[in-house]
């Protein structure tokens, strides 16, 4: 496969991952900081949230294209 369409597919999956685990155990501070927001994350857990974004769309990177090369998934043929 072109490794332009391989970093573009882990780029799409990656950010569409990581938007779905945002919320994932996010709790509220119940004493904010003057100027910060009342919605604020107490610990939001971004570094964490990245590496297993980054694990997850490995993987479907990986199973994305293991499908696509042994026929699987087949984007070219018509179908009629």
């Known amino acids: 496969m072109n490794p332009v369409t391989t970093i573009i597919v882990f780029t ?3 950010w569409l991952v990581f938007f779905m685990l945002l919320p994932v155990g996010v709790k509220r501070d ?3 900081q ?3 927001a009342v ?3 107490k610990n939001p857990n971004l570094g964490k949230k990245a590496l297993i974004t980054t694990i997850i769309a490995a993987t479907l990177t ?3 294209f ?4 042994n026929g699987h998934l087949d984007f070219m ?3 009629g």
């Open 34 to 36: 003057v100027g910060n």
């Open 30 to 32: 119940e004493n904010p």
């Open 62 to 64: 990986f199973t994305f």
């Open 66 to 69: 293991y499908l696509l090369v």
């Open 39 to 41: 919605s604020a994350p």
């Open 12 to 14: 799409m999956l990656w």
């Open 77 to 79: 043929s018509p179908r």
